[in-house]
């Protein structure tokens, strides 16, 4: 049954990977862009979060949604001045540019808010401790749950977008050829813009789980951008349900692991990482070849 109970807060830890990998995964499928900022962004959104809870003392569920808006068009205007120009100068320069707004992002967080950790869990209510007893060996958390469905629910809602609405068509054609998009009417600054817009705000919510389950500090971004990546090469790099079993299995190798030696826990999600880029591409050279 202890194999049971890891496995199961494995699906919860990996909801929560599936979650924070949904944006990067939207980038790469549309713009065929790494977003070395990915992480980075989520904490920012964790700090915006913190300001408006800090602030007016609402709860962090209610200061998401305040914070949602700041975000979307926080996206939509780092696509426009910063990610537009470095994607017409080939893989490397948007490698470069998001690397550049990273380390911005990071320096920005460290004036502003200093090497602290903080964290959200305090503010979240009942749902941060209550949990429910299963049997002996087997508990399932109540955060891990509102994780859980909120992933499912987002990927779902994601797909209705992609395939139902002329918005998702566009974004959709722009991904399969931006020039035969741009022959049909399609305008494809402003698909890539609407695009970025998404995934900053979705990176948002994952920092927002990230500051309630945990703790986080301005230098928290680049250990969540390698959860991140990791998922969605596991899964497939622009699939987009792909995301959320890649973000499963790397949660439940993680705490598989940790049932072993709880020094193994990242470990073992890395070396899933590392079996998949083996087996799937062939190696990183040849991983690096597909995503051009």
């Excluded at 068009?73 to 001045?81: D, S």
Aim: proline share 3%; charged share 10%.
């Amino acid at each position: 049954m202890t194999i049971v109970n890891a496995v199961v807060q494995g699906i919860f830890l990996g909801a929560f990977y599936a979650v924070l990998a949904c944006g990067l995964s939207i980038m790469f499928g549309v713009m065929r862009i790494i977003n070395l900022a990915h992480g980075d962004v989520a904490v920012l959104g964790a700090y915006v979060v913190f300001v408006i809870v800090d602030s007016t003392g609402m709860s962090p569920f209610v200061a998401f949604v305040v914070a949602l808006p700041v975000m979307i068009v926080l996206g939509y205007v780092l696509q426009l001045t910063i990610l537009e120009r470095s994607l017409k100068s080939g893989i490397l320069t948007p490698l470069l540019a998001t690397f550049g707004l990273s380390i911005v992002i990071q320096n920005l967080l460290l004036i502003k808010f200093s090497p602290d950790v903080r964290s959200l869990g305090g503010n979240a209510g009942a749902v941060t401790t209550s949990s429910w007893q299963v049997t002996s060996g087997l508990s399932v958390s109540a955060l891990g749950l509102v994780i859980l469905v909120v992933a499912v629910l987002l990927f779902g809602a994601l797909q209705l977008f992609l395939s139902r609405t002329p918005a998702g068509w566009k974004m959709r054609a722009t991904a399969e050829d931006a020039d035969a998009a741009e022959l049909v009417g399609i305008n494809s600054r402003d698909v890539y813009a609407r695009a970025t817009a998404l995934a900053v705000a979705i990176a948002a919510l994952g920092g927002l789980f990230l500051a309630i389950r945990s703790v986080f500090d301005p230098l928290s971004g680049p250990t969540q951008l390698i959860f991140a990546f990791e998922a969605v090469v596991i899964g497939g790099m622009g699939s987009l349900w792909g995301t959320l079993l890649g973000g499963l299995a790397l949660g439940v190798a993680q705490t598989v692991g940790a049932q072993i030696n709880p020094e193994y826990s990242v470990l073992t999600g890395h070396l899933l990482f590392l079996a998949v880029l083996i087996v799937r591409y062939g190696g990183v050279r040849v991983s690096l070849r597909t995503a051009r």
